[in-house]
């Protein structure tokens, strides 16, 4: 039978009473009735049930000739308890409580740090319980209720007020508002319409709305949050070598400290042989570092958990400690500091020719200035004609073949052999000027018309960037954009610097070089063309895009499509990681000023510690370390509640 720590705890608190009923007693030199058989049957029981494992654990350590932090616990216990045997039999006064009580202390930070593990999990199967039990499913032209894990891919689904939406989707009829603090920690309700994206789980407020299932079971947002999070409550952090690293030589440190304890107290300070061997206990037990191995998972735990909670997915330990290192944070344009959903604003020359011919050359590109120009013929009910040898250029332009003549639409980097006049040139400087994308149309080696294109910055980058600046972070923005466009942007969202006419490809070459000159990076991009910076830079933060969170590059990814999503990841990661800083100190310096006073170094000055409160002050330890990083869930993070 495997029990838990917590019961292990309770069953050896409750039989160490007796002999906690006696050390209080003591002073009133009133002494127990066969206080020693009774000492000797709850301590040996203590020790089958709960200190035995730790023996195991030791032993088989030594076996490979290493020692770990129960080699302290199990010597310590072992000690006490087999003297006290030798003790009872030789007639002398005996220590069952100081090995019942540290066995009973250490089980305390264990079992401290096994219900933060089940809490963390349960917050986990918490978020999976948030889910619609079933689902109102169109079938055969009715709607039917169907149990959520028989919903598929494709089913039309109908939310009426008040429920909660069974799996991610597209609105397909119907206008609503759905509160989604669940998954994003947005707690403003957000208005949904045909064509948005849903997110199961979230809750439908005012309106009746049918949408397509796009994604169950597991691939849902909500799968993959609770995915993502698993996975990084149970990574390494760097800093955590240091810690193994310390156990390391720590453990033989202690012993040898202990043997030399012994041995200067019982040759040379005129001690006797049990007061130099409590003293040596002592040692071992205070010098257990268990609070050291809690300090950087426990903070993991909780600081990942929490941000989970504000919609930013921290995908491991190792990202805590590079955004610590941070100073400067590039942004992607498109998508990332603007809406991402661009509109024809101003056309230039004639314009129904020029739009026809730009919107059938960009029927076939995916680039969203694309969609915008397509979009705007759309609207003008133009007829889109069919064009032959299309060719897109990456970071540029398209190219077609259209009625026979070679028609483009893109950037001044596609007009290497064609003249504009100078009218022309002065309308997109003046257009460039005002945050617009200037696309050149052109046709048989003419230039027949500009199109201004305009994508508005969102309403949160502004502050967004401003709280970054305040932090001491220098903002970038790198785009491929042209560099009096991205200027205006830059200012209107108070960018500090502008990289512009950058291909695609040359984005993560860019963050390079400003690794080069010494700088820690962040890059922020929509995860989806932006792989490589992301990878490349220091920290990559990708954005959530409808409800794909599954993004591979990136050690954080943001829920929400939201700038104010960096900030707070920012600062969340920052603050698990100064816990795990603080965890780390406190556990150490404990150790350190324990040992000697453990030692005896202080007995002239009346400073002492028996092994069962050298037990107490090391269970101490583990409990503060583990409350410390508890109060993560506590700390103040902007803009959340
Ligand atoms: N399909 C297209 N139609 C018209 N112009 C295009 C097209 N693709 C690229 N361009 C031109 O090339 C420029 C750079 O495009 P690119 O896709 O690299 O960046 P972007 O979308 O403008 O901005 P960001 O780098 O911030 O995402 C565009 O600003 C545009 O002038
Ligand atoms: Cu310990």
Known sequence: MKLSNIKRFWISFILSIPMLIQMFAMPFHWMMPGYNWIALITTTIIMAISALPYWKSAIAAFKKHSANMNTLVATGTAVAYFYSIFAMITNRPVYFESAAFITVFVLLGDAMEEKMHDNASNALGKLMGLQAKDAEVQRDGKFVKIPLDQVQVGDIIRVKPGEKIPVDGEILEGVTTLDESMVTGESMPVVKKVGDTVVGSTINSNGTITFKATKVGSDTMLAQIVDLVKKAQTSHAPIQNLTDKISNIFVPAVMIIAILTFIIWYSFLGATAVEAMLFAVSVIVIACPCALGLATPTALMVGTARSAKMGVLIKNGEVLQEVSDLNTVVFDKTGTITVGKPEVTDIFGDEKQVLRIAASLEESSEHSLATAIVKKADSEKLQIEKVNDFEAI????????????????????????????????????KLQEEAKTVVYVGLNGEIIGLIAIQDIPKSSSKEAISELKKRGLKTVMLTGDNEKVAQAIANEVGI???????????????????????????????????????????????????????????????????????????????????????????????????????????VGLGFTLSPELAGLAMAFSSVSVVGSSLLLNKTKIAGTN
């Open 394 to 429: 990456e970071g540029k332009g398209v190219k077609a073949n259209y009625h026979d003549q070679t028609a483009f639409v893109g950037s001044n980097r596609l007009l290497a052999d064609v003249n504009i006049s100078q009218e022309m040139n002065q309308q997109a400087t």
């Open 496 to 602: 500090d610097q502008v990289i512009a006419g950058v291909l695609p490809n040359e984005k993560a070459e860019h963050i390079q070089e400003l690794q080069q000159n010494g700088d820690k990076v962040a890059f922020v991009g929509d995860g989806i063309n932006d792989a490589p910076a992301l990878s490349t830079a220091d920290v990559g933060i990708a954005m959530g895009s409808g409800t794909d969170i599954a993004i591979d590059s990136g050690g954080i990814v943001l829920v929400q499509n939201d700038l104010r999503g960096v900030v707070r990841a920012l600062d969340i990661s920052k603050k698990t990681f100064n816990r795990i800083k603080l965890n780390l100190f406190w556990a150490l310096i404990y150790n350190t000023i324990g040992i000697p006073i453990a030692a005896g170094l202080f």
